[in-house]
């Protein structure tokens, strides 16, 4: 039966299954939505890194001299 989300395979080092295992078993979910939770919350993460990474090049580039309006920005 077709179903309208992707599929993945994938193979896990005998200690990774076990902690995915136990944590669908301490949450009561399935394997796959707890692998899933966690590849959502590993994106999110390394967004959150790109981010700061890209803040912390604005704030050393800043120039109080020549800060940018409101209008320059989202004129």
Do not use: C
């Not at 039966?1 to 395979?9: D, E, G, I, S, Y």
């Not at 994106?43 to 320059?72: G, M, N, Q, W």
């Amino acid at each position: 039966m077709p179903t309208k989300n992707a599929r993945v395979n994938v193979v896990l080092e005998k200690p990774l299954y076990a902690a995915v295992d136990e944590i669908a078993k301490r949450q009561g979910l399935s394997k796959s939505m707890v692998v899933r939770d966690l590849i959502r919350e590993a994106i999110e993460l390394r967004e959150d890194l790109v981010l700061a990474a890209f803040a912390e090049h604005r704030e050393k580039t800043f120039s109080a001299k020549k800060p940018l309006t409101h209008e320059d920005v989202w004129g």
